[in-house]
């Protein structure tokens, strides 16, 4: 097995968008994986559990020789067949494990025996994701913008719009807010970090992300990149009340029902959605109070049956307050607290949108120009 081809653990095996075979088992692949990874385990849990209890009781050679008993025969033929089938689909894909070690080792002598010839990750998984929160950390000592506004100014949109914008949502897979929950299931935290650094490995210069507080969603933003983002200048979108309601509009009810409904059809997409924006609204009791509470529950349930009759703009009744009575307040109750916050501009979207692209071509430039001035001095 030692001569087996490795190769090093190196991120542009990610920027390649090359397919990384998994054999982990499948409750350390949930747990979190690399980018591009399909996950086709040595091991199913409950045997890797097995396999664990023999090396505590008994030791390493004890381990392996009941990991052999109990995938052989139809089982052993089962998992090499589903990864000639993958490295068929995908001839360049590389083979990792959790250390890149016996697992993985074995899972390339099999492939080999069987005709194939495929690398492994040295150090796998472990090694790989190093590099990754490596990654981030070095991103924390880049130049940084953050993009703050009130609720509805479309901060992400902005951010999705830059080549070098770091969409932290997106990496969360969640809005940041109350009512901001994916329908999909969101990511572990590791493997939003693992998105976060994949998506900075194509951002080696200015960064700009949308003004988050440290949690979104499940997720945490990790502690150097958070800090980095408090001491980072800003650029603040200001927009009126009637754009910023048709924005959320659009957030809130039209994308999350066409989500909804792609993924579980018309009925239970409907009642899927119904039981989101209701438990959502409900979990700000304590914010709202009882009775302001209750008045947007009664406006949202009879949004709800007008929807149902074709008028999705009935949501702008609990949406309009929901903003002026809710979002709002805390908005400005936060850059209250904070008075030290330098904004380089504040505009409506399309200057911020401006602002941020000249930013990050003074910062590019300056950027150069030191870079040039090491070079020289070398």
């Known amino acids: 097995m030692s001569e087996l081809p490795l190769v090093a653990p190196d991120l542009a095996l990610l920027g390649e968008e090359r397919v990384l075979?998994?054999?982990r088992a499948p409750v350390e692949f949930a747990q979190g994986a690399l980018p591009g990874a399909v996950n086709l385990p040595l091991m199913e849990d409950e045997?890797?559990?097995l396999v664990g209890i023999e090396y505590k009781q008994r030791g390493q050679q004890a381990a392996i020789e009941l990991g052999q008993r109990l995938v052989s025969g139809d089982i052993k033929a089962a998992r090499v067949n589903a990864w000639l089938e993958a490295l068929e689909a995908h001839p360049e894909a590389i083979v990792y494990c959790f250390r890149g070690g016996l697992r993985s080792q074995i899972a390339q002598q099999w492939?080999?025996?069987a005709g194939v010839t495929r690398p492994r990750i040295r150090g796998g998984w472990k090694a790989m994701r190093q590099a990754l929160c490596a990654r981030i950390d070095a991103a924390a000592d880049q130049p940084l913008l953050v993009v703050g506004g009130l609720t509805g100014c479309a901060k992400t949109a902005l951010i999705q719009?830059?080549?070098n914008g770091l969409d932290l949502e997106g990496c969360a897979r969640h809005k940041g807010s109350a009512f901001g929950r994916h329908p999909l299931p969101a990511p572990s935290q590791i493997d939003f970090e693992h998105a976060m650094g994949l998506r900075l490995l194509d951002l080696p210069g200015p960064v700009v992300v949308e003004d988050e507080?440290?949690?979104i969603g499940a997720a945490n933003i990790p502690l150097t990149f958070w800090?980095?983002?408090e001491q980072a200048p800003r650029l603040r979108v200001e927009m009126p009340l009637d754009w910023r309601l048709a924005q959320i509009h659009k957030d809130y009810i039209d994308d999350l029902w066409e989500v909804y409904r792609h993924q579980c059809g018309e009925w239970l997409g409907w009642a899927l959605m119904r039981k989101q924006l209701a438990g959502a609204l409900g979990r700000l009791?304590?914010?709202l109070g009882s009775a302001r509470l209750a008045r947007l529950q009664r406006l949202q349930q009879l949004?709800?049956?007008?929807?149902?009759?074709g008028n999705r703009q009935a949501h702008e009744a609990w949406l309009a307050p929901l903003l002026t009575e809710y979002y709002d307040p805390m908005y400005r109750y936060q850059l209250e607290r904070h008075p030290e916050q330098h904004f380089l501009h504040v505009g409506d979207w399309e200057s911020c949108l401006a602002a941020a692209r000249e930013w990050s071509a003074a910062q590019a430039a300056e950027g150069s120009a030191a870079g040039a001035r090491v070079g020289a001095a070398g």
């Open 111 to 113: 492939i080999q025996e």
């Open 161 to 163: 719009a830059l080549d």
């Open 213 to 215: 507080s440290r949690h």
């Open 47 to 49: 045997e890797r559990r």
């Open 303 to 309: 949004a709800f049956r007008e929807h149902e009759r």
């Open 227 to 229: 800090r980095a983002m």
């Open 21 to 23: 075979i998994d054999v």
């Open 285 to 287: 009791r304590k914010r």
